[in-house]
């Protein structure tokens, strides 16, 4: 939804794209928007695997990498001149510009993928949220009687449709409202689930948990160890989202001051913000129910009372996940609508936009494409179908953050630091660098294959469509 322009020169910047009016505030509110989703839910099952002192200690060293390769990045948004130089309007951009060849074309495999993934795991995640309300108000009229089994399949539906009709918003510009509308629901869940495991704490006046996690003897060796690797990968997807930082800070208004600056300044209140967060409900949820805690901290506590309050942190989380799957996806769906139009520019069906007026609001319109109808709405329905085949959250974040982590978040931002500064080899900036980049390869390899041995696990006893809660 637009406003319709009264004078066109004025909303399109010097390059002929519209205008940005992104500030540090709303660029702050997208970042938010993307990191605090589903993976703040399995923080304290992930401190459970590792303990107290692994656990937090894993946490801060991802909010660490992951501030200081989002800095280099924010850096690779212009070439050349920071303030006059060429915009690069995508993530791949950026890599085009800096590195090119071969590079590009694993870039852009690694980054559409994974925001293929991410839409499926939101759409889980949405779920379980939505049972929960269905369980615990089921709970409360029946006095815990009944069961309260329900499927999954017809909220990740609803959930499918709404998508589709949000889909349509064209880009990250006219998302600035959604995004800001679900920071906020991410801040309440994120403290309704802190606060109930502080009230728990509270009532039984025990700290739960141990500095080592659930201990050998409660589960195998082996499935210790296993466990323990996808617990870093799911905390690694929680802090996976820099693979769409350039698209997000090309919302950013001209300077000044630069677009660079502005990003970094958003970065770093994010970053606070979200690493707070994460460390109070990770740890506080750890606490409270100790090594049983749950894969969802929500959907998984023991008591339903006051069931109100845990519906609204569950109605939250899918308001906030809804938001989070456009911020994520919308770069997909550019590419490949440009994709087309680079192809294909003289096709009516994807060229073509019809203006439909809303009736009561005279200076606005919403202009719907015909191509970009078809093909989002294709794209929902994809990731939707595939999240009711394969329902497993916990494993599903664990691959992600695996997969994300390393090149998307370590690997690419740093090579492009390295070749837009052309850093000299061998000098400390360059070792440094490499030594970062080596490390986290290993740590991705680690929860990759923690993760995949938990999926084999669990797809054993899975049945595809008749999953319920």
């Given at each position: 939804?637009?406003?319709?322009?009264?004078?066109?020169?004025?909303?399109?910047?010097?390059?002929g794209?519209?205008?940005?009016?992104?500030?540090?505030?709303?660029?702050?509110?997208?970042?938010?928007?993307?990191?605090i989703?589903?993976?703040?839910?399995?923080?304290?099952?992930?401190i459970?695997?590792?303990?107290?002192?692994?656990?937090?200690?894993?946490?801060?060293?991802?909010a660490?990498v992951?501030?200081?390769?989002?800095?280099?990045?924010?850096?690779?948004?212009?070439?050349?001149?920071?303030?006059?130089?060429k915009?690069?309007y995508?993530?791949?951009?950026?890599?085009?510009?800096n590195?090119?060849?071969?590079?590009?074309?694993?870039?852009?495999?690694?980054?559409?993928?994974?925001?293929?993934?991410?839409?499926?795991?939101?759409?889980?995640?949405?779920s379980?949220?939505?049972?929960?309300?269905?369980r615990?108000?089921?709970?409360?009229?029946?006095?815990?009687?009944?069961?309260?089994?329900?499927?999954?399949?017809?909220?990740?539906?609803?959930?499918?449709?709404?998508?589709i009709?949000?889909?349509?918003?064209?880009?990250?510009?006219?998302?600035?409202?959604?995004s800001?509308?679900?920071?906020?629901?991410?801040?309440?869940?994120?403290?309704?689930?802190?606060?109930?495991?502080?009230?728990?704490?509270?009532?039984?006046?025990?700290?739960?948990?141990s500095?080592?996690?659930?201990?050998?003897?409660?589960?195998t060796?082996?499935?210790?160890?296993?466990?323990?690797?996808?617990?870093?990968?799911?905390?690694?997807?929680?802090?996976s989202?820099?693979?769409?930082?350039?698209?997000?800070?090309?919302?950013?208004?001209?300077?000044?001051?630069?677009?660079?600056?502005?990003?970094k300044k958003?970065?770093?209140?994010?970053?606070?913000?979200?690493?707070?967060?994460?460390?109070?409900?990770?740890?506080?949820?750890?606490?409270?129910?100790?090594?049983?805690?749950?894969g969802?901290?929500?959907?998984?506590?023991a008591?339903?009372?006051?069931?109100?309050?845990?519906?609204?942190?569950?109605?939250?989380?899918?308001?906030?996940?809804?938001?989070?799957?456009?911020?994520?996806?919308?770069?997909?769906?550019t590419?490949?609508?440009?994709?087309?139009?680079?192809?294909?520019?003289?096709?009516?069906?994807?060229?073509?936009?019809?203006?439909?007026?809303?009736?009561?609001?005279?200076?606005y319109d919403?202009?719907?494409?015909?191509?970009?109808?078809?093909?989002?709405?294709?794209?929902?329905?994809?990731?939707?179908?595939?999240?009711?085949?394969?329902?497993?959250?916990n494993?599903?974040?664990?691959?992600l953050?695996?997969?994300?982590?390393?090149?998307?978040?370590?690997y690419?931002?740093?090579?492009?630091?390295?070749?837009?500064?052309?850093?000299?080899?061998?000098?400390?900036?360059w070792?440094?660098?490499?030594?970062?980049?080596?490390?986290?390869?290993?740590?991705?390899?680690?929860?990759?294959?923690?993760?995949?041995?938990?999926?084999?696990?669990?797809?054993?006893?899975?049945?595809?469509?008749?999953?319920?809660?």
């Open positions: 939804m637009v406003k319709s322009p009264t004078n066109q020169v004025d909303d399109l910047d010097k390059d794209r519209p205008k940005r009016t992104g500030t540090i505030w709303t660029t702050s509110a997208h970042i938010i928007t993307a990191v989703g589903s993976g703040v839910l399995s923080l304290a099952w992930a459970a695997q590792l303990g107290w002192i692994a656990g937090p200690s894993v946490m801060l060293m991802f660490l992951n501030y200081y390769t989002a800095s280099l990045l924010a850096d690779c948004y212009r070439s050349g001149d920071p303030i006059h130089g915009r690069n995508t993530y791949m951009d950026a890599v085009r510009s590195l090119g060849g071969l590079q590009v074309r694993i870039c852009g495999l690694f980054q559409y993928v994974n925001l293929f993934g991410i839409g499926i795991g939101y759409t889980i995640a949405t379980i949220s939505m049972m929960a309300i269905h615990s108000n089921c709970f409360h009229k029946s006095g815990r009687k009944k069961a309260c089994h329900t499927s999954s399949n017809t909220y990740m539906i609803m959930f499918g449709i709404i998508e009709v949000l889909s349509q918003i064209p880009g990250l510009n006219q998302l600035w409202w959604l800001i509308v679900a920071s906020v629901m991410s801040f309440t869940y994120s403290t309704i689930g802190l606060a109930l495991a502080v009230a728990k704490v509270a009532a039984t006046g025990i700290v739960k948990g500095l080592t996690g659930i201990p050998v003897g409660a589960i060796q082996t499935e210790k160890i296993w466990r323990s690797f996808q617990a870093i990968g799911d905390i690694a997807f929680s802090y989202y820099s693979f769409i930082l350039i698209e997000i800070q090309d919302t950013i208004k001209s300077p000044p001051p630069s677009e660079a600056t502005a990003m958003a970065n770093l209140i994010s970053t606070l913000v979200t690493t707070s967060f994460y460390m109070l409900c990770g740890c506080m949820g750890y606490a409270a129910v100790g090594d049983l805690a749950p969802n901290l929500l959907t998984g506590f008591f339903y009372n006051p069931f109100w309050l845990l519906d609204i942190a569950n109605i939250a989380v899918v308001v906030h996940l809804l938001g989070a799957y456009q911020v994520y996806c919308q770069p997909i769906f590419f490949i609508e440009k994709l087309a139009s680079t192809n294909f520019p003289e096709s009516k069906f994807i060229t073509k936009e019809i203006k439909i007026r809303i009736p009561g609001l005279r200076h919403c202009n719907v494409g015909l191509f970009r109808l078809v093909w989002r709405s294709c794209f929902v329905v994809t990731t939707t179908v595939i999240a009711m085949l394969v329902p497993l959250f494993d599903v974040l664990g691959i953050g695996a997969l994300i982590f390393w090149p998307l978040t370590v690419f931002p740093i090579e492009m630091f390295i070749a837009q500064k052309k850093i000299e080899k061998w000098s400390s900036k070792i440094f660098s490499r030594l970062l980049s080596v490390f986290c390869l290993f740590i991705s390899i680690v929860a990759g294959v923690g993760s995949i041995v938990g999926v084999t696990l669990d797809l054993k006893a899975l049945k595809p469509f008749k999953i319920s809660y």
